[in-house]
T-cell receptor, first 109, second 113 residues
Framework: AQRVTQPEKLLSVFKGAPVELKCNYS??????LFWYVQYSRQRLQLLLRHISRESIKGFTADLNKGETSFHLKKPFAQEEDSAMYYCALGGVSNYQLIWGAGTKLIIKP | DGGITQSPKYLFRKEGQNVTLSCEQN?????MYWYRQDPGQGLRLIYYSQIVNDFQKGDIAEGYSVSREKKESFPLTVTSAQKNPTAFYLC????????????FGPGTRLTVL
């Protein structure tokens, strides 16, 4: 069955340190991978998707089909990056997305 | 401000009562979705609709019902058959392109007293 795994429920790093939020997926077809973010008191929104191959707010994510991973990275964390991050898998069936459980990122000053 | 609106923001219900959560969008999206968000479980799909007058069950449809009479509106009814309805409910919409970006509403927090 298709699945998205985010192994860390909580990740805490200091401001200025590198950040990596892990995402692994299981799907034998051609995946569409997304990172969504939910800042405090804001609605869930798209951060980036692998097909765009762009950097948003300093974050990047590379699809590694061999390791079935789509880890989110940022070289220097900022306090405003504190949020809940969800990895999602699309392209599996119809218009559905399969969601990971989320990782809460806390950036300490 | 356009996009997706949900109402009410907070909703309290007594056991045994049905309640309806509103979701409206002005993005001209064909597809709409209802999710339930519980701590540590991510988003779970309740129902989705690809077009007016059509909808499909998601992973956790039991105890919920929906309608899609208008393109802009996709209300969710939480019935008394839902055993554990206290949760945060999110509505989303997208185009009908496969795996397109989903746009989310602000959510409704339902508490059963």
């Amino acid at each position: 069955a298709q699945r998205v795994t985010q192994p860390e429920k909580l990740l805490s790093v200091f401001k200025g340190a590198p950040v990596e939020l892990k995402c692994n997926y299981s799907y034998s077809g051609s995946p569409e991978l997304f990172w969504y973010v939910q800042y405090s008191r804001q609605r869930l929104q798209l951060l980036l998707r692998h097909i765009s191959r762009e950097s948003i707010k300093g974050f990047t994510a590379d699809l590694n089909k061999g390791e079935t991973s789509f880890h989110l990275k940022k070289p220097f964390a900022q306090e405003e990056d504190s949020a809940m991050y969800y990895c999602a898998l699309g392209g599996v069936s119809n218009y559905q997305l399969i969601w990971g459980a989320g990782t809460k990122l806390i950036i300490k000053p | 401000d356009g996009g997706i609106t949900q109402s009410p923001k907070y909703l309290f219900r007594k056991e045994g009562q049905n309640v309806t959560l509103s979701c409206e969008q002005n993005l001209n999206h064909d597809a709409m979705y209802w999710y339930r968000q519980d701590p540590g479980q991510g988003l779970r799909l309740i129902y989705y609709s690809q077009i007016v007058n059509d909808f499909q069950k998601g992973d956790i449809a039991e105890g919920y019902s929906v309608s899609r009479e208008k393109k802009e509106s996709f209300p969710l009814t939480v019935t008394s058959a839902q055993k554990n309805p206290t949760a945060f409910y999110l509505c989303a919409s997208s185009t009908r392109e496969i795996a397109d970006t989903q746009y989310f509403g602000p959510g409704t927090r339902l508490t059963v007293l």
